[in-house]
């Protein structure tokens, strides 16, 4: 902690405004310094904890009874601050009571005088005189005391308290009898309070002035040469008393001498000081103490009584003396805050007139009876959050008017909390922040002040402070999770509420106000916009188009929610969004496939077992789950009790044997349905044909194809007829031929490779089909082996029996071979089995 001290002089006060406030020459002239008042300045720069207060303490000296509106001084020049930081710094006065004598211009940065300044009213006795108060200023907080001096000047003139005094002498007071006459009240001080005492007319009596050890004169008159009643019995003198000031003021009491007999001996107490303690607020009529003053006279001469003689109007409101016994009580209420002291004059007086003096000095005992007061004198609220630790939040003047330890007082504030208080005057504390502030933590704070006095029993006084803190964006907005999984339908209409995200921002007003954004992105080359939109204000996501499970199965899009802070903060969530199947697709038969203008059959010989395989219904669902779990149903057929379908694989087998009165052509519908709500279909036709022989087949299926519905014009369809057999026996010559030509080639190749014959797959067989979705259907591949008899030229069929894909071996060439086909030599012999085989495939 470092001070200066600065010493201002100021120019001189003319001499007749001086005589104008009541000084006189000759004061002026013992006073050479009083041509220039002096102030001292005294700064005290305080650093504390990064918030600058800065103290300092200036003195003025002014007379009073100034008119309103007179100077006090120049506040800007004597304590350096420029103009411009008064007026941004807001400064003002402030005092301890609701009395303020002064008035800050802060235009100008002058101190001019608010209203009447009675240094008797204000001070009284006590010199000097003089009264203090505060001038703060704010960003940053300053705080300077200012002290103002009133000086006296000569406005009261001496007064006794009585227009008259009556003294009852006997004749027999021998001279040289001394004679109490009090003193006058002059309220100023110094040269301008009472100064000596006058008496006139001076036949019978000289004045004596005496002066106490507080200094107060008053005025004895001694008998200087002896009365005579029998002359006069009645004297009449004038006690007059003048102060010094100039001009000089005085004041008169007449006083009425009456001379009676002779009373020799005047009362005498027993004690020149009386010495009493009393604690201040003691209840009425207290004892403080007692007087005795003894007259050796007897009768009426010899009765004393007594009285308080020059009492001001406080003493004689608080304590009262019984004129009998001599006792001294209290009657009003003390206070040491008040006076700390008394001293009372007490009189004892006979009946003969003759009476002695003696002074009863009280000594008031402080009781702890006042509670500290605390004054804010600057708050700031609220505080921002972001405040650095230090940062001052206000000052506070506690003050208790007590003395000693009943005045000691310490302050405080309750714990726990980011806060501490700490003094940079006398009386003074600053409350200042003592860590981080977070406003999402705590928004507002309950600050006690506590301020508590060292007495027995300490009295304690509590101020609650209720401090707002002001948000800053320091918080990001905050999903509750990473990832969010949401799900549609598909075939959704467009702007379908899909999904809602929802963060949550610790911040508060704008700053905690959310808005939500889609991020750029590209879905299969598609930016994410076209698919999805999100409201920026509620987070809710909508579909911008229809969605097709089979087309696109998920969507992640990622949102950013920001806030709108200044700078905004944000963070990112990702959103899956899952496309759930529908039934919106009917299963499709792959297999038999059936084209326009031809017939597909499948050949049963007679001789087929219960059983026996006749041929595979396969399909496919495009949709997933248990809308593509598919099952095979046979709707219609020539003969149910014949054929069955397996329902969850399709295969049509026969139910039992195959006898000779089955009809050669036999139709059956099969039925594919999905297991989807509702569920979808799809049917098939399948032809079969029960017959040994070719030509059996052949003749059947032209019937077989032309078991239609017929009209009318039935001589154009037997002309259609004839042209279609026509242009089949001409292809069938020609494939015959080819057919031969190949077999022999094929022949030849197989006996050179010893059986090792290439097999090519039909053209209608169905290919391996997996569904990755797991959607029910069979997942293996059927291959049908048709094997000829040694006279197949007579076109027979022997049996047919399916082998698995299994049984294929492929060698280094990539050709397929059987390796279980035997190697006779009657296998196939001669052109009529490649002409059976060729018809076959022509019609199948």
């Not at 040289?176 to 006058?198: C, W």
């Not at 001469?301 to 004689?316: A, E, P």
Request: charged letters at 20%.
């Amino acid at each position: 902690m470092k001070g200066k001290i600065l010493e201002v002089e100021f120019k001189s006060i003319g001499v007749k405004s001086l005589e104008k406030m009541g000084f006189t020459r000759s004061a002026l002239a013992e006073r050479k310094n009083c041509r220039t008042l002096k102030w001292q300045v005294l700064l005290l720069i305080v650093c504390l904890c990064k918030s600058v207060v800065v103290t300092g303490q200036i003195r003025y000296s002014i007379p009073e009874e100034l008119k309103k509106g007179s100077l006090v001084g120049n506040i800007a020049q004597d304590l350096g601050i420029d103009l411009n930081r008064l007026r941004a710094g807001r400064a003002r006065i402030v005092t301890e009571d609701s009395t303020q004598y002064t008035e800050l211009k802060t235009d100008k940065g002058l101190l001019v005088v608010k209203e009447r300044i009675d240094r008797e009213q204000l001070c009284g006795e006590i010199s000097p005189c003089s009264f203090s108060f505060e001038v703060i200023l704010e960003n940053p907080m300053e705080l300077h005391r200012v002290t103002v001096e009133i000086l006296d000047i000569n406005d009261n003139a001496p007064t006794f308290q009585k227009n008259e005094i009556k003294l009852e002498i006997s004749e027999s007071v021998a001279p040289g009898a001394r004679f109490l006459l009090g003193s006058a009240e002059d309220p100023d001080v110094g040269v301008n309070t009472l100064q000596n005492y006058i008496l006139s007319p001076l036949d019978n009596f000289v004045l004596k002035q005496h002066a106490r050890p507080d200094g107060v004169k008053y005025a004895e008159m001694v008998l200087q040469k002896p009365l005579d009643r029998e002359k006069q019995d009645r004297l009449s003198l004038t006690l007059t008393a003048v102060d010094g000031g100039n001009p000089q003021r005085s004041g008169t009491v007449k006083i009425d001498v009456v001379v009676l007999d002779a009373n020799d001996n005047a009362p005498v107490f027993n004690q020149s000081v009386y010495k009493a303690i009393v604690f201040e607020n003691a209840l009425k009529n207290t004892l403080v103490t007692t007087v005795n003053a003894s007259d050796a006279d007897t009768g009426s001469n010899g009765q004393v009584t007594y009285s308080f003689s020059n009492l001001k109007g406080h003493v004689r409101e608080t304590f009262n003396l019984d004129e009998n016994t001599g006792v001294i009580y209290v009657v009003g209420q003390i206070d040491f805050e008040k006076a700390k002291k008394y001293e009372i004059n007490v009189e004892a007086k006979d009946h003969g007139g003759l009476a002695d003096s003696s002074k009863v000095v009280v000594e008031v005992i402080d009781v702890n009876d006042n509670a500290p007061v605390i004054t804010v004198m600057s708050f700031s609220s609220p505080v921002s959050e972001d405040s650095a630790p230090g940062t001052t939040v206000a000052i506070i003047n506690v003050k208790d008017l007590d003395s000693g330890d009943n005045g000691q007082v310490s302050c405080s504030i309750n714990r726990n909390l980011p806060f501490k208080i700490t003094s940079s005057l006398t009386n003074y504390y600053t409350l200042v922040t003592d860590a981080v502030l977070d406003r999402e933590t705590t928004s507002e704070y309950n600050i006690t002040i506590i301020a508590t006095d060292a007495g027995s029993p300490p009295l304690t006084t509590t101020k609650i402070l209720n401090l707002k803190v002001s948000d800053v964006n320091d918080n990001a907005p905050v999903f509750q999770r990473s990832v969010y999984t949401a799900y549609v339908t598909e075939n959704n209409s467009p702007g379908l509420s899909v999904f809602s995200v929802k963060a949550k921002d610790s911040d508060w007003n704008q700053n905690a106000r959310i808005s939500y954004l889609l991020e750029n992105a590209l879905i299969s080359g598609t930016p994410v916009s076209s698919y999805i939109s999100v409201n920026s204000d509620s987070g809710v996501v909508y579909t911008v188009r229809s969605f097709d499970y089979e087309q696109i199965k998920e969507l992640q899009i990622h949102i950013k929610a920001q806030d709108g802070g200044s700078p905004p903060l944000s963070s990112n969530v990702t959103v899956n969004i899952l496309v759930q199947d529908q039934n919106d697709n009917a299963p499709q038969i792959l297999y038999p496939v059936h084209t326009d203008g031809s017939l597909v059959a499948e050949m049963v010989p007679r001789s087929a077992d219960a059983g026996y395989l006749v041929t595979k219904v396969v399909a496919v669902d495009a949709d997933s789950g248990q809308n593509a779990w598919l099952s095979y149903k046979l709707q219609k057929a020539t003969d149910r009790a014949l054929f069955e379908v397996g329902l969850q694989n399709g295969e049509i087998r026969t139910l039992r044997q195959v006898t000779d009165k089955d009809a050669v052509k036999q139709r059956l519908v099969v039925v594919v349905e999905d297991n989807g709500q509702p569920s979808r279909s799809a049917t098939v036709n399948v032809n079969v044909a029960v017959a040994d022989s070719f030509p059996e087949v052949l003749s059947e299926f032209s019937d077989f194809s032309q078991n239609k519905d017929y009209n009318d014009n039935l001589t154009f369809y037997l002309v259609l007829s004839l042209a279609v057999v026509s242009f089949l026996f001409i292809v069938s010559i020609i494939v015959l031929l080819s057919v031969k030509v190949y077999r022999w080639r094929q022949s030849r190749l197989f006996y050179e490779s010893n059986g090792n014959l290439p097999v090519i797959p039909s053209a209608y067989y169905p290919p391996r089909y997996a569904d990755v979705g797991a959607t029910g259907t069979l997942q293996h591949v059927y291959n049908y082996e048709v094997c000829l008899t040694t006279d197949s030229g007579k076109s027979e069929y022997r049996y047919i029996r399916p082998y698995s894909q299994s049984l294929l071996n492929a060698d280094a060439s990539g050709s397929v071979t059987l390796p279980h086909v035997q190697k006779e030599k009657n296998l196939i012999d001669d052109t009529d089995s490649a002409e059976v085989e060729s018809l076959v495939r022509q019609h199948f």
